[in-house]
């Protein structure tokens, strides 16, 4: 016996109560034959073989679970739709419910002690659940709602900065001068890569500026590096903090899932304010820009896709590679083509080439593009032509229209999945490990 031959799907019942106790304990035989081998690390060649057999057979089930009952298991876990759990707050919240389904509290955090080549892959499990929630018209459209809605952390913050015109978050600043409200990331000694706080840091920031009454334009700049290669120069984002993935500390749930339903997409379409609906917008919005100084590269390029204005140094570039990493680089497949066009897309995100500012494909994802000595002034004077009614008028047609929400949602439903198998994918723990190693 190998531990994993009495992990077969149960025949599904129809009746939730029953299929996941069926599910549970269809769950516990998997954990049981996993706790059965050596860790990770010290697995042979069938060994972890076997492992694999017992996780697939379990995520199989999930799946099928899902399918039949994923609305009934949101609407119990979110009170028929009065509460609002963000993705991470779901999905701990399933593991109560709904043993089996996703992993528990106590088991991420074990798994957050190792590096990720170490780990199981539980959070395969999260985006396994989050795929079919997703995937749900009904629960989608509600959990990518809930993630529009400013979290707590802005609303203690709010009338603070309201006042002030001042918020330090760590590793963000967020400043308003007449009007008009810049956020400096300032993770400098990682040229602004992000890691689980920042992600955070910039939810709160963005949050503040879409609540702030003063605030009717906002920008996002990088701030003046400390990092040896780049010390004293103004750098947009490296991305992904490829140290951080490769020792384990990125979260599932709170970075990956939540910077792209969170304050990405909260950039593009707009803060859902608590409390009663609004009269006429039931979003509020707010016209953005960004300012690229160096390079804006994986997460950064992201970042550039969902703004109004961009501006760029003259020496400057844009790159997802995606490729050379080998995980999904967020919304950057959905969103891209509609800048560069199906080849040009192809291009940058299949085999890695970069866009330079300079170029004529610049022009493509750079509205502006002028010596980095000018960028402030630059910077100024877009914010003054955003700082119009018709603007923030014409910006929320275009937007209902060039991007619906149901199309997003469709595309993060099979986000959540890939992205969470590519996270544990060999090639992909092989080169961040390298990478990381070189960059440390």
């Given at each position: ?267 593009y379409r707009g803060l859902l304010p608590p409390g009663p609906a609004r009269w006429p917008h039931r979003f509020t919005n707010k016209p953005w820009a960004a300012a690229v100084d160096a390079f804006a590269i994986g997460g950064g390029a992201q970042l550039v896709l969902v703004f109004d204005h961009v501006l760029a140094a003259s020496d400057a570039y844009f790159s997802l590679p995606a490729a050379q990493e080998g995980i999904v680089p967020g919304a950057g497949n959905f969103r891209l083509g509609r800048h560069t066009g199906a080849r040009l897309t192809r291009q940058v995100l299949l085999s890695g080439s970069k866009i330079w500012a300079s170029s004529p494909e610049g022009r493509l994802v750079f509205d502006e593009v002028v010596p980095a000595e000018d960028m402030d002034a630059a910077l100024a004077a877009a914010l ?57």
């Amino acid at each position: 016996m190998t531990g994993t031959e009495e992990i077969t799907a149960p025949a599904w019942t129809g009746e939730l109560a029953a299929d996941a106790e069926r599910l549970a304990g269809l769950a516990a035989a998997a954990e049981k034959a996993l706790a059965e081998l050596p860790p990770k690390p010290l697995r042979d060649p069938d060994q972890e073989a076997r492992a694999e057999d017992a996780k697939v057979a379990a995520r199989r089930a999930r799946s099928a679970f899902l399918a039949e009952h994923v609305e009934a298991v949101y609407a119990e876990l979110t009170d028929h739709g009065r509460r609002r759990p963000r993705v991470t707050e779901l999905a701990l919240a399933a593991a109560e419910r709904f043993p089996g389904l996703v992993p528990t509290r106590e088991q991420l955090a074990a798994e957050a002690e190792l590096t990720q080549g170490a780990k199981e892959g539980h959070e395969i499990d999260q985006g396994v659940f989050l795929s079919a929630v997703l995937g749900s018209p009904a629960a989608g459209t509600h959990l990518m709602e809930s993630m529009l809605m400013p979290t707590p952390r802005a609303l203690e913050l709010a009338d603070g900065f309201t006042a002030s015109g001042l918020v330090e978050l760590g590793a963000v600043r967020v400043e308003r001068d007449n009007g008009a409200t810049q956020l400096t990331v300032l993770n400098e000694h990682c040229l602004n890569a992000e890691d689980n706080e920042l992600i955070a840091d910039m939810e709160t920031a963005v949050d503040l500026v879409l609540l702030d009454p003063r605030t009717r334009v906002a920008a996002l700049r990088g701030g003046v590096m400390t990092h040896p290669r780049y010390a004293g120069r103004r750098v947009f984002s490296a991305g992904i903090n490829l140290k951080h993935l490769h020792e384990g500390r990125l979260s599932f749930t709170g970075f990956l899932m939540g910077r792209e339903l969170g304050y990405i997409h909260k950039i593009y379409r707009g803060l859902l304010p608590p409390g009663p609906a609004r009269w006429p917008h039931r979003f509020t919005n707010k016209p953005w820009a960004a300012a690229v100084d160096a390079f804006a590269i994986g997460g950064g390029a992201q970042l550039v896709l969902v703004f109004d204005h961009v501006l760029a140094a003259s020496d400057a570039y844009f790159s997802l590679p995606a490729a050379q990493e080998g995980i999904v680089p967020g919304a950057g497949n959905f969103r891209l083509g509609r800048h560069t066009g199906a080849r040009l897309t192809r291009q940058v995100l299949l085999s890695g080439s970069k866009i330079w500012a300079s170029s004529p494909e610049g022009r493509l994802v750079f509205d502006e593009v002028v010596p980095a000595e000018d960028m402030d002034a630059a910077l100024a004077a877009a914010l003054r032509r955003l700082d119009s009614p018709a603007v923030l008028a014409n910006r929320r047609i275009l937007h209902a229209t060039e991007e619906s929400f149901d199309a997003f949602r469709r595309y993060m439903a099979e986000f959540a999945l890939e992205q969470s198998l590519r996270l544990y994918g060999e090639d992909v723990i092989s080169k961040v490990g390298r990478r990381a190693g070189r960059s440390s």
